[in-house]
């Protein structure tokens, strides 16, 4: 008999069920949901921390590319009921012969979200939470020995949303309840550098100063000038480099202003390494490789160590620097 699509989420239901009610026996897994910033204003960005970790001493395999299956975020307040509010809905049953991630006893994934809040402008306390549903393979499909399947549950993370005061409430009072999600966020940046809020806006990417490496070779290419020789050309590729001129500029402000009323913002080796780039974009090297390393030793993604690696490298590959 040929299982159609209806069938299989249908058993994956039935079998993801059996799998979480089981009484008496716990997940192999465990998982906790940190805030980075535990007090919010409202319209203010989530940075989250989930861990998952295997608390048993035998290996552990989830169906799926990851270690992460799908994930899900919840939230609630006082003795509320558990809202979702981003991810999921779960995928069903994965079909054919799908991937397995592997767990090695006592392993911790450690996994970093900044996401865009759902929680209430109403001043108060709430709880947020990461969900992991690790699908159940298909039926005729032999798992391989530690297989598991099932929901996985977070312990929640605590958030106070507070009432914005001083320069954020400035921004919150300009630009409405949800100051990061209409267009125009650089203009917070411009007016309003120390605001909590500026900090999310120079974490997301203005054209080319997306890693500190593409800004280097950006401020390279436009010290070449213009490549073309008609006049509509000229006039055309110098409007453009005047244009990224003034941005890199108004970003560097920023990061200068906003780090210095910041010290402690959770992501500041991320905002540092956008800043060494754009010193590099104006061709302080000896200043932007300080602050690279400082960056780099700091922070824990894998794809910022693989990028510092990379803007430094270039920085001598280039000639701009000679070779530590």
Sequence with gaps: MKLT??????CATISTALSV??????PPLRCSTAALRTQVVPGE??????????????????????????????????????????????????????PFAEFKPGEEVRGLQILESDLPSVPGTYEVRLVIDYPRWPDFTKPPAGAWAGILECTPAEIEVVEPTGVDKEVFDTRGPYPLSAGGTITIVEKYPTSIYAGYVLLGSFSFEVTPSSALLRGEDNRRGPASESAVGIAQRAHEIERDDRLARVLLSGLEAFLGAHPDFPLRSRLEAKRAGLLAYFERYDEARALAKKALAEEENPMWHEEGRRFLDLLVEKGYLKPE
Excluded: F
Excluded at 5 to 10: K, N, T
Excluded at 21 to 26: D, E, F
Excluded at 53 to 78: H, K, L, P
């Design 45 to 98: 960005k989530l940075i989250l921390r989930n861990v998952v970790r295997n608390a048993t001493g035998s290996t552990v395999m989830v169906a799926g590319e990851d270690q992460w299956g799908v994930r899900q975020v919840r939230s609630r307040g006082s003795g509320g009921t558990w809202r979702a509010w981003w991810g999921w809905p779960p995928e069903g049953t994965p079909s054919g012969d799908p």
């Design 21 to 26: 009610g089981a009484a008496g026996t716990p």
């Design 5 to 10: 699509a209806p069938m299989l989420l249908a």
